[in-house]
């Protein structure tokens, strides 16, 4: 590897990714079933998921794979977006997948446009929670950890999903998602992709990957985040 190809944060207006516990990228980029994987860097890469995230319907034709980082491998694409209806039960059996294999999986989605936030954390083969700020009806689980704590912060007690969205709290929570974004989540949980630094140490390359055939219909995507 080029020692001066060092690691950087990603951002994207639209950010959605997955982050698996384990070094093995191989064994990731096998069991997502991408084609056509080839070498990049990381300021490639980083410039490429901006892109994707621009693109239409291509941002679903694309991901970008990390090396290992700080236990943590990061794989970036819309194709991963748990708010894009047409991903959203594929991207949660893909983390159930990858938990049974590597112990954790997570899914995240930031969208620096105020479009909302949305995270899936599984252990075991197990969604322990997941939320997608734009569709309460498809939150799983129970609030925990940071979630939680800042739900407590805002007045909260309950599930952010069980709130009436005409009450007072859940329109104050939606305003500001009460500052619990994806990224937080992240941080907390693995690695939040836009705090990256050039010092951490990464044990190969950044790869880029095409995605296996989308079939959906324009109709199931385009009412997603950055698509209108």
Partial sequence: MDVDDKPMPVRACWLSWLAVATSAQAE????????????????????????????GDRRFSTVVVTPALNGWILVFGAWLGLPYLARTDRV?????????????????????????????????????????????????????????????????VGKPEDLDPDDDLASSWAATWGDCWATTVASEHSLDPTSIE??????GRVLVADTPSMTCTNASVTSQPGLT
């Fill in 28 to 55: 990731v980029v096998r069991l997502l079933g991408v084609t056509n994987v080839r070498p990049s860097t990381w300021s490639d890469g980083v410039s490429l998921v901006d892109e994707v995230a621009h693109s």
């Fill in 92 to 156: 949660t059996q893909l983390c159930t997948e990858l938990s049974t294999r590597f112990g954790k999986a997570q899914a995240y989605f930031h969208s620096e446009q105020n479009d909302g936030e949305a995270w899936l954390i599984a252990e075991h083969g197990v969604v322990l929670r997941r939320w997608v700020a734009e569709y309460p009806e498809l939150a799983l689980g129970e609030p925990f950890g940071v979630e939680r704590n800042l739900l407590d912060a805002s007045g909260i």
């Fill in 198 to 203: 050039a010092s951490m140490s990464a044990d």
